[in-house]
């Protein structure tokens, strides 16, 4: 059974940092893509990034690239979102998410909400003074 618990949110200042765990079971890395996800209040689900199955490419939302970076630990199964930079407009909760049927995203893929099966329950980022 497939299941993705995220962790690391936070309340964080802006230009600060946050680290968002993944933690994957009932699949291995080598065999899924695993998209990051958010939701600001009132606002559609929207992709911020994803990784292959073997981590051999990635994709970016735009406003992120450069602040954010999305990295595995294969030997942990788990899947990490590196949040630099932070700004007040990060502020949502992220979610991660996978499907058997996907396995791979790069930087002319951008994720669909729709396409992902199993998602994690989520975890709230908040950027503010």
């Known amino acids: 059974q497939v299941q993705l618990v995220e962790s690391g949110g936070g309340l964080v200042q802006p230009g600060g940092s946050l680290r968002l765990s993944c933690a994957a079971s009932?699949?291995?890395?080598?065999?899924?893509?695993i998209g990051w996800f958010r939701q600001a209040p009132g606002k559609e689900r929207e992709a911020v990034s994803c990784?292959?199955?073997?981590?051999?490419?990635?994709y970016y939302e735009d406003s992120v690239k450069g602040r954010f970076a999305i990295t595995t630990d294969k030997a942990k199964n788990t899947v990490y979102l590196v949040m630099n930079r932070l700004k007040p407009e990060d502020t949502a909760v992220y979610y991660c998410a996978t499907d058997r049927h996907i396995y791979y995203c790069d930087s002319d893929y951008e994720p669909i909400v729709g396409d992902f099966g199993s998602w994690g329950q989520g975890t709230q980022v908040t950027v503010s003074s």
């Open positions: 009932g699949f291995t890395l080598d065999d899924q893509a």
């Open positions: 990784v292959s199955g073997g981590g051999e490419s990635t």
